[in-house]
């Protein structure tokens, strides 16, 4: 086994703490990561913080990860040391399901193994993610990193950018759709920019005007202000497909009226409890589709950043350190921050030389 440095947290109320934890001798498979980057996301929090259910201590989050290869194992011919590659939210998963057969390795029969916070099979407890120094990943959930994409604000694409990435083309968006982003945070931006990309009509639903103007920049052609009566009822059954990423506690049924004939509303945000059924009549009436997303495949991940390589997007990022990690953690339950932190994960301090 090797040692890699890392920022834990030891129960749902703890602080962070610079810790020594322990990543599997490679095997034939697997691929070495001295971690660079790693991007903090919503659901890092609320697993650490045990605002979901199952939350394992200690807590090494950090599923928006990239880094260099430093070492590979014998089976692995397609990443060189030196290499650039990401990782994600998994880094397994039972390969032999329809759902990883048809490359949807997230939605695993058997339950994909997450970056973090799943049991791990090689060395006992559960795994650790990427706000550490290194991590040890079979090659088949390792992904290229494009020359062009530089490795701190590419690494939200991993968590962030997919999410929004996945649904954007499983329901088609392009040319010619009209699609809407609800929330403007660290997916709501990603998915402005890659519609934009995708050559949609992009409409960004927002409960604060104050966003407006960041919402142009990032690529939308129209913003509608939720809280306005007006302006909701003037957009009656204009879009085609909703990407709705608020994860609190609110009326998505209000955003139905909204889908012409046809349309979708995809829920990627998951709220601390259940949310109110569906208005089935207006669905009916409308043949209207509710539907919900997690991630994407490796293959569409990969997929993903090769788009994001062609039309230069990126996360927009602030760059923190591991002695900010509280305050950043705070200020994003504010939505404080445009519109993703990313962890260097180089300033997590201890013996240099435990990093592999
Ligand atoms: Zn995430
Ligand atoms: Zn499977």
Redesign the pocket.
Known sequence: MTKARALSIKDKNAFFATEVIERRKPRADDVVIDIDYC?V????LHCARGEWPGSLYPCVPG??IIGRVVETGTDVARFKVGQRVGVG?MVDSCGVCDSCLAGLEQYCYNGNTGTYNSPDVHIGGHTFGGYSTSVVVDQRFVLSIPDTLPSDAAAPLL??GI?LFSPLKHWRAGPGKRVAIVGLGGLGHMGVKLARAMGATVVVITSSPAKAEDAFRLGAHEVLVSTSPDEMAKAARTLDLILNTVSAVHDYNAFMRLLRIDGAQVLLGIPPSELAGPHVMRMVANRLTLAASTIGGIAETQEMLDFCAQHAIVSDIEIIGASQIETAWERMVQGDVRYRFVLDTKTIGGEPSLSS
């Open positions: 991007g996301c919503h659901s890092d599923h928006e939210c968590c962030a999410t």
